[in-house]
């Protein structure tokens, strides 16, 4: 079993940028799909963007490209989202989620508790 926790949340102003990590304990990241999820209150939580273990493919939600970059640190343990050009929509808390990957949360079966993110002037 995985245990992930995020960090690197906190208040921006548009156009800001944020790194969040994900790092796991318990088990190598190497063994599962890593992906980002986000929830606004009131919406339901919708995928970011998810790396593949095997071969590094990456996915990214159309809300987010361009503007958002996935990776992983195989030696730390742990998956980056680096976001740029932050917009006030893209508040929310922030999950990771290790799986067998993709956008939607039925193929993930593991879960941080979420780094919160506001994008506001």
């Known amino acids: 079993q995985v245990q992930l926790v995020e960090s690197g949340g906190g208040l921006v102003q548009p156009g800001g940028s944020l790194r969040l990590s994900c790092t796991a304990s318990?088990?190598?990241?190497?063994?599962?799909?890593t992906g980002w999820f986000r929830q606004a209150p009131g919406k339901e939580r919708e995928g970011v963007s998810f790396i593949n273990t095997k071969d590094d493919h990456t996915l990214y939600a159309d809300f987010v490209k361009g503007r958002f970059t996935i990776s992983r640190d195989n030696a730390k343990n742990t998956v980056y989202l680096q976001m740029n050009s932050l917009e006030p929509d893209d508040t929310a808390v922030y999950y990771c989620?290790?799986?067998?990957?993709?956008?939607?949360?039925?193929?993930?079966?593991?879960w941080g508790q979420g780094t919160e993110v506001t994008v506001s002037s």
């Open positions: 318990g088990s190598t990241l190497d063994y599962y799909a």
């Open positions: 989620a290790a799986g067998v990957g993709g956008l939607m949360p039925i193929g993930y079966d593991y």
